[in-house]
């Protein structure tokens, strides 16, 4: 039991996360609950504090849209925020879609797809360049481009205010993660996951490896999603400072070493 | 054996290919998506291009309404995804005196100065839509006695008047038409859902849809007010060349067919 608990404990404390914020944002909805209103796109805390997403207002701001004083604010306290718990917190700890591309990730990895596609067709820089392209056609379109396509924004509302073929869109997620490339969604396209990439490059909370304890078991590259990060492991006692990083901690409970571990960030640079 | 030079331009050319590729693909889509133009906004929404660029689609004015009048367009609504909407058929517009809906837009797409007067919000001065009439299903234009519309309207003998008419049919009865002034109608559509007839013979509709513009060719001679409406207009003389040649000959030209 202490086994389990210490093996999948950042998964569970993430879906008790992502699911009462869910709960909280529904709440707000339909029983007028004061805490969290609004969706993840933009929402109102206790009912003062502005919430924004920044990539949402960046791409108004390319379309060429008015930015408010409270949207600019919310905004910036986000961006705040994940500023110093690292970016892709965001993807890992409060987006929905996470829950539905870790299914789908867990799933390929139980019926052994991944030992029959072992090399990955599609490069993870394509999000940088979906980032650009939506800043882009934002500006041309005159409209936020990315925000009427977002399966992240779709999956919320459709928690939030009622299904529609939403369900659609959540599966489509699932059976291109499954099916087509693993990690497909969340690695290689969101662009909104680039653009917290970005922002997660300052992040303070960091993981940290220390070569010394490392039986190069591998254990945590095969259960990271975006391994890349960790090429250090084994190598190197290094912190992870690649903004792909989501701090998911999956790499650090399933290290049986303790050579994975929650860190700030160095600011000074050791001797 | 591929140099590393031409990798490298085949790298980059493919590369702008499928940027391309994605770019046109995702414009057509949203372009496509965005394009309904049958939609009704929550009070104070600015205009519809500047709306679709400007809300966020948080669903704070969704939350706010009291009365579960708007929603957020889901997949499958054939609406701009996540936009906020209502159908007053279903559940109408009731003109909160303190219209919830509009402040707590972060971003401005319902703009508070577009419903205040006077330092204080005016429901009665926002403009959704506007009510029109379908003449031949409305029953009161039959000579049938029905007043829903009238009475349900909230700015009741102003965005809805009726006009007395004689029946020329029974000889000794009167029409009873309802007749919806676009300077006052709102569009709250307090008439569409309370239409008595299967489907409504009053709909309320985006201004941008039916509402015309005279332009600057036609003036209410009799009335002062309309004048000021003309005071930037600025005179424009087109000259088109007149071939006098060919207008002769216009009469005698068979298109080629008595030419032999």
Redesign the interface.
């Known amino acids: 039991m202490t086994n389990l608990y210490n093996n999948y404990r950042f998964l569970i404390m993430r879906r008790l996360i992502q699911i009462s914020l869910m709960l909280l944002y529904i709440g707000g909805n339909y029983w007028g609950w004061n805490f969290i209103q609004g969706n993840l796109s933009s929402s109102s805390l206790f009912g003062i504090i502005p919430l924004s997403d920044p990539y949402a207002a960046l791409q108004m701001f390319a379309a060429g849209a008015i930015i408010t004083t409270n949207l600019a604010l919310g905004a910036l306290i986000i961006t705040v925020f994940y500023m110093l718990v690292g970016g892709r917190v965001f993807c890992s700890w409060v987006c929905p879609v996470n829950i539905i591309t870790d299914a789908a990730n867990y799933l390929r990895k139980k019926l052994e797809f991944n030992t029959i596609q072992k090399k990955q067709p599609a490069s993870r820089n394509i999000r940088y360049w979906v980032l650009g392209l939506s800043l882009v056609l934002s500006y041309i379109l005159g409209i936020t481009a990315f925000e009427f396509i977002s399966p992240i924004s779709i999956t919320h509302r459709a928690i939030i205010f009622g299904l529609g073929l939403g369900w659609a869109a959540m599966l489509m997620i699932f059976l291109f993660d499954l099916f087509i490339l693993k990690n497909g969604w969340c690695g290689h396209i969101c662009p909104l996951g680039a653009f917290y990439a970005g922002i997660g490059k300052v992040g303070l909370i960091r993981v940290d490896h220390n070569e010394e304890k490392c039986t190069a078991c591998m254990k945590c590259k095969e259960v990271c999603p975006e391994n890349q990060v960790l090429f250090m492991v084994s190598k190197k006692s290094l912190q992870v400072l690649d903004g792909e990083c989501t701090n998911c901690g999956r790499c650090v409970e399933v290290c049986d070493d303790d050579a994975l571990n929650f860190s700030i960030k160095k600011l000074l640079k050791e001797k | 054996m591929v140099s590393d030079r031409r990798k490298f331009i085949l790298g980059a050319v493919r590369?702008t290919g499928?940027?391309a590729l994605?770019?046109l693909m995702?414009?057509a889509?949203?372009?496509e998506?965005?394009a309904n133009k049958l939609i009704l906004r929550p009070p104070g929404a600015l205009k519809e291009?500047?709306f679709?660029?400007?809300c966020?689609?948080?669903?704070?004015c969704?939350?706010a309404c009291p009365f579960d009048t708007l929603?957020?367009a889901?997949?499958?609504?054939n609406k701009?995804?996540?936009t906020p909407y209502f159908e007053p058929r279903d559940i109408p517009c009731y003109m909160c005196v303190d219209i919830p809906c509009v402040p707590?837009c972060?971003?401005?797409a319902l703009d508070e100065k577009s419903v205040t007067t006077e330092n204080k919000l005016d429901i009665n001065i926002s403009n959704m839509g506007v009510a029109v009439v379908d003449t031949k299903n409305c029953i009161a234009f039959w000579g049938i006695q029905c007043d829903a519309c009238y009475r349900a309207c909230p700015l009741l003998d102003k965005a809805i008047y009726i006009e007395y008419d004689k029946n020329e049919r029974t000889g000794k009865h009167a029409f009873m038409k309802p007749v919806v002034d676009s300077d006052f109608c709102t569009g709250c559509g307090l008439c569409e859902h309370a239409c008595v007839t299967k489907k409504a013979a009053i709909t309320v509709v985006p201004n941008e849809l039916v509402i015309g513009n005279v332009g600057d060719h036609y003036i209410k001679g009799w009335d002062k007010k309309d004048e000021q409406r003309l005071q930037n207009a600025h005179a424009q003389i087109n000259t088109t060349e007149i071939s006098k040649e060919r207008a002769i000959d216009s009469l005698n030209d068979m298109g080629g067919l008595l030419d032999d």
Not at chain 2, 56 to 60: A, P
Not at chain 2, 74 to 77: F, I, Q, T, Y
């Open positions: 590369t499928i940027v994605g770019g995702w414009s889509y949203v372009d998506v965005t291009e500047d679709l660029s400007t966020i689609k948080c669903g704070m969704v939350e929603s957020l889901k997949p499958g609504d701009p995804l996540g707590v972060p971003t401005g």
